[in-house]
């Protein structure tokens, strides 16, 4: 029998995470509604957490602060007993989860996925690994002895790299593409995002280019061509950036996710330049192609 739960609270501090606890919210039980605790972290936060607050009344709460320890802070006073964080890595993220437990022994610990570093197994090694496995601290997503689950949208994938978490496991029920499919007019308005506007109606087809948590403004200009169109995302993390010839910028508030599934309404083809990121574990379309752009070479 599943769980009711009084108080449910999820932290978020990206676009991704919120569309990721939109769809685990919709396939958990809560007795009340779910509360979202979006933190001022990524481009225009507050303006999403506004539209939240507006489109979302009837299903969830939304509460905005302007730093993480002030999100903590008020998750530690109004005392859920089930929780949602991103992360349970490393010895800051253990002592501001024991806080928590110790203020409310009984409240769940739950991590969601949040891209592809939920999968990773090498961001501790040597002699500081072997001390935080020790001491119950997280190594690995989803391994703090504080945390009850975690949500995966790739169980097998996960446990395939950490075996020893299978009780902690739980799948996300429907992928981020389908939830994005089936709430598109809903989460464009969340993120204001107004569609896409070319430069020219005629081309079949384009480049985007997804920054890092840096702009590489020479790399784009790399990118231009008169054959295709040419947009611009910027991390969304960053908060100022210069609008490049030649191309079209997108808000970097919107999440890439959704930028990609109206690109593919429009374009034939669409050739996504980025560093690897997360968006390729969630959007597959035999319209997408993803290159790498580790190096200006790579980019020709």
């Not at 945390?147 to 429907?174: A, F, G």
């Not at 990609?260 to 429009?266: K, Q, Y």
Request: hydrophobic fraction near 35%.
């Amino acid at each position: 029998m599943t769980n009711s739960y009084e108080k449910t609270v999820f932290l978020i501090s990206k676009p991704l995470q919120l569309l990721i606890s939109l769809s685990i919210s919709e396939q958990i039980e809560c007795k009340n509604k779910p509360e979202f605790i979006i933190i001022n972290s990524f481009n225009k936060a507050e303006k999403v957490a506004f539209n939240f607050s507006k489109l979302y009344s009837n299903t969830h709460k939304v509460n905005y602060f302007r730093a993480r320890n002030e999100a903590l802070a008020h998750i530690r006073k109004c005392r859920p007993n089930n929780l949602f964080i991103d992360s349970d890595l490393g010895f800051q993220n253990y002592l501001s989860l024991a806080r928590i437990k110790i203020n409310n022994i009984k409240v769940k610990i739950n991590v969601y996925e949040e891209g592809m570093g939920t999968y990773r197994t090498d961001c501790y090694s040597g002699f500081k690994k072997k001390i935080f496995l020790a001491l119950g601290i997280g190594v690995y997503f989803g391994t703090s002895n504080l945390v009850n689950s975690i949500y995966v949208y790739e169980p097998d994938e996960y446990l395939k790299k950490i075996p020893n978490n299978i009780n902690k496991v739980q799948l996300i029920r429907k992928s981020l593409a389908n939830h994005l499919s089936e709430n598109s007019t809903k989460i464009k308005k969340l993120f204001d995002f107004h569609g896409i506007n070319r430069k020219q109606t005629d081309l079949k087809k384009c480049r985007l280019y997804l920054s890092n948590w840096g702009m590489h403004n020479e790399d784009v200009l790399d990118l231009s061509t008169e054959k295709e169109d040419l947009f611009v995302k910027p991390h969304p993390h960053i908060k100022s950036y210069t609008s490049i010839s030649n191309s079209i910028t997108i808000d970097p508030s919107i999440p890439a996710e959704l930028i990609i599934m109206e690109l593919i309404t429009i374009y034939d083809h669409i050739k996504i330049f980025d560093h690897n990121s997360s968006t390729r574990r969630y959007i597959k379309n035999n319209k997408v192609e993803f290159i790498t752009t580790n190096a200006k070479k790579d980019l020709t």
